[in-house]
Nanobody, 123 residues
Framework: VQLQASGGGLVQAGGSLRLSCAAS????????MGWFRQAPGKEREFVAA????????YYIDSVKGRFTISRDTAKNTVYLQMNSLKPEDTAVYYCAARARMVLTTAPTLYDFWGQGTLVTVSS
């Protein structure tokens, strides 16, 4: 499975961006999907995830109510809608796929990773 993340850019605080993660290759299986981010000088952290099948979602507290993860199964694409962006959201955002239906917040349990897309939020 190959993942291609896109949609990053420069936005002012309070603005919105929508990230996309397109999957290609062996996508016929059931994959839980996640978004992670890594700010300069910091470790990669979990942001949001969505399970396969039921579409259950989970978010870190700092993005709840502002970010929404969704998936379009027909397009093999996962989205991260980010609203009310804050400067502390600035990071490289990565999408990841897990060859299981159940989501997880642990990066080590994801099997495939995209290349990352940079989100910069100015104050």
């Amino acid at each position: 499975v190959q993942l291609q993340a896109s949609g990053g850019g420069l936005v002012q605080a309070g603005g919105s961006l929508r990230l996309s993660c397109a999957a290609s290759g062996r996508t016929s299986g059931n994959y839980a999907m996640g978004w992670f981010r890594q700010a300069p000088g910091k470790e990669r952290e979990f942001v949001a995830a969505i399970s396969s099948g039921s579409g259950s979602t989970y978010y870190i507290d700092s993005v709840k109510g502002r970010f929404t993860i969704s998936r379009d199964t027909a397009k093999n694409t996962v989205y991260l809608q980010m609203n009310s962006l804050k400067p502390e959201d600035t990071a490289v955002y990565y999408c990841a796929a897990r060859a299981r239906m159940v989501l997880t917040t642990a990066p080590t349990l994801y099997d495939f990773w995209g290349q990352g897309t940079l989100v910069t939020v100015s104050s």
